[in-house]
């Protein structure tokens, strides 16, 4: 569908998480291990007057664990196709994040009817129950 070439373009996570996904690339055990050492990448850098922010919506610009972000990504778009209502609400998701100038907590609202923070909160909740019993170093 020529309609989604375009969504979400220039936005790290979904793009490269989607391509992982499709791929059938196995890095839970990267998620699992970060999360065990508390060495998550965030999904958006907070920090002010930083020149480059460590996070997933810059993933281009990180300066390490480039492997791991990648793994997260891709841990983000399973938990929204297998959690949140299959590819549709993925398209969905995506779409409202381009028609909402790349705002994730206004594109999370309309799409998946989750603040940012809830979505978090819910995907942290499912690679607890999901990724850290099977994977878990």
């Known amino acids: 569908d020529s309609s989604r070439s375009h969504v979400a373009a220039g936005v790290d996570w979904i793009v490269e998480g989607l391509a992982e996904y ?30 480059y922010k460590q996070d997933l919506a810059h993933l281009n610009l990180l300066e390490t664990d480039v492997s791991l972000a990648y793994a997260e990504a891709e841990s983000l778009v399973t938990f929204i196709v297998e959690e949140n209502g299959g590819f549709d609400a993925f398209w969905a998701f995506a779409q409202a994040y381009n028609d909402e100038s790349g705002n994730l907590d206004k594109a999370l609202q309309s799409s998946l009817n989750m603040t940012q923070a809830e979505f978090e909160k819910a995907w942290e909740s499912w690679l607890i129950s999901d990724y850290l019993p099977t994977y878990a170093p």
């Open 22 to 51: 499709v791929d059938g690339v196995d890095r839970a055990y990267n998620v699992a291990e970060a999360m065990q050492t508390g060495s998550m990448i965030p999904l958006v850098d907070t920090r002010e007057n930083i020149t």
